[in-house]
């Protein structure tokens, strides 16, 4: 007996029972489609989840922290040297300290006669290459390079999208609404009022100011080249808002030209400091960089590089990798369990081709009789059997996937198609939240990747087959001259 004439057969004795087959393909239907529904809320659940922990910040972000509690030395020195360590460990993408200094006094001047003031904060020493690498954006002009040199008292840098709204007009007066202008603000006539200085067009100068010990100010001048300006995306850092960014070099020699000014070196006034369990102290400047930023080239790579720190002494990190499996793990949770329901519903289904799979042996014993006598092999008998069992679960699959489709689409576009009827929006959180997801991000509440057919089509198909194998095996038990004689 050929494979087709075994397809023949069994397509033709489903039809001659259409009833009996449509109910018990019913069965597989209804779990196929529980299954497939259920574990779509669970995957678009992660994606907002996911989607929600992005717009926190990056995923594959870490960020060191160098304050410590113990004893001085302790916790490595986090220099130059450890930055090249970590960004030779495998999974490390890049890293880069945003380094600031606490004790620089400074300010920011800008038109004529210095007419515009801005205070010189939110201003890091950054590796430049390190920031394209986590996917910081620029709206306008280029990256700094490492070896570019404008010329003596030129530092180049790159500044937050809206720095220009910090300058403020000296010339009114602390209480004149009129003295400074915000991002966003529009004039009578709904317009967007433009910041007092155009950070790429006007010269921008830095000034160092510190005081004697006779209370005598004295400055120093720099030049500030603005070399390109940042996309805002507060979620990577807010420099992007209206800081500065600059090369951590150039950080470095503001700091040591600041000292130099005010006569002061390594200042514990504006340091940090880490506390040693003795009642030691230890500044910051003594143990490095107090803000590293480590990027990583996969999500499911954090904690391992996560835990790598920690075991060679950093334990002050942050990431959102213990967000994250919190999130998956709640929502693992909800779907076994309400995957358990569905299952229940798969199983009846199982029974219901078991029994309609037996009742059909009964009713054919006399023809499973005389294809005995025949000669049919007892294999092809029980492959007959099977194959009908399998056509059972994989049509039910295949109605049960079509129809998650068309749920998944109802409840994707529900308020849509509610408000085309007239109706209100309906509010879908409870349900997302009972899966575990976030429901502000407004995504999805169903998606139906590709494997997820392929998985309902293929656990229907096997739910039939394994229902059929104790019916198909009775089936070449039966005696060839008890079937012939059988009414």
């Known amino acids: ?286 143990n490095g960089y107090r803000e590293v930023y480590v990027k990583v080239d996969d999500v499911d790579n954090v904690e391992e590089v996560e835990n790598w720190l920690h075991d060679i002494g950093y334990e002050q990190t942050n990431s959102m990798t213990q967000i994250r499996n919190e999130m998956q793990a709640s929502v693992a949770k909800s779907q076994m369990i309400l995957g358990g329901t569905a299952a229940v519903a798969l199983l009846v289904a199982a029974l219901n081709i078991a029994n309609t799979m037996m009742m059909s042996i009964y009713e054919r014993t006399k023809e499973i009789g005389v294809m005995k006598v025949l000669g049919c092999e007892v294999g092809k008998i029980r492959t007959l059997f099977l194959v009908e069992a399998g056509s059972i679960g994989l049509l039910g699959g295949a109605i049960g996937v079509a129809l998650s489709f068309a749920a998944s689409a109802v409840l994707n576009n529900l308020n849509a198609i509610v408000a085309f009827f007239g109706g209100e929006g309906i509010d879908l959180s409870g349900l997302t939240s009972v899966m575990g997801g976030m429901a502000s991000m407004g995504g999805d509440v169903s998606i139906i990747p590709p494997w997820l057919v392929l998985l309902g089509l293929g656990f229907s198909m096997l739910v039939g087959v394994l229902s059929g194998l104790w019916p198909a095996h009775r089936a070449t038990k039966i005696s060839a001259l008890e079937a012939i004689r059988h009414e």
């Open 1 to 286: 007996m050929k494979i087709s004439d075994l397809l023949r057969l069994s397509a033709d004795n489903l039809r001659r029972r259409k009833g009996r087959t449509a109910l018990t393909v019913i069965g597989v239907v209804v779990g196929t489609f529980a299954i497939i529904v259920l574990i779509s809320l669970g995957i678009a659940s992660n994606a907002n989840n996911e989607a929600m922990l992005q717009s926190w910040g990056d995923l594959t972000q870490i960020q060191i922290w160098n304050y410590a509690y113990g004893s001085v030395g302790e916790t490595p020195k986090l220099d130059d040297e450890m930055l090249e360590t970590i960004r030779a460990q495998e999974h490390v993408v890049a890293a880069t300290p945003f380094y600031s200094s606490n004790e620089i006094n400074a300010s920011i001047y800008a038109g004529k006669n210095e007419r515009y003031e801005a205070y010189f904060y939110e201003s890091y020493g950054v590796n430049m290459t390190a920031l394209q690498a986590m996917e910081f954006q620029l709206q306008s002009g280029s990256w700094i390079p490492d070896d570019l040199n404008l010329g003596k008292k030129k530092i180049p840098v790159l500044v937050g999208a809206n720095m220009g709204y910090g300058f403020q007009d000296t010339r009114k007066s602390w209480n004149s609404g009129k003295r400074q202008r915000w991002a966003g603000e529009t004039d009578s006539l709904g317009n967007p009022v433009p910041p007092f200085v155009d950070v790429e067009k006007d010269k921008l100068t830095l000034r160092l100011m510190a005081y004697d010990s006779n209370g005598n100010e004295k400055t120093q001048d720099f030049e500030l080249v603005v070399m390109g300006t940042f996309v805002s995306d507060t979620s990577k850092h807010y420099f992007t808002e209206s800081g500065i960014a600059m090369r951590i070099s150039d950080m470095k020699m503001l700091e040591q030209a600041y000292q130099k000014l005010s006569g002061k070196k390594n200042s514990s006034s504006g340091s940090s400091v880490i506390i040693g369990g003795s009642g030691g102290v230890m500044r910051e400047q003594d």
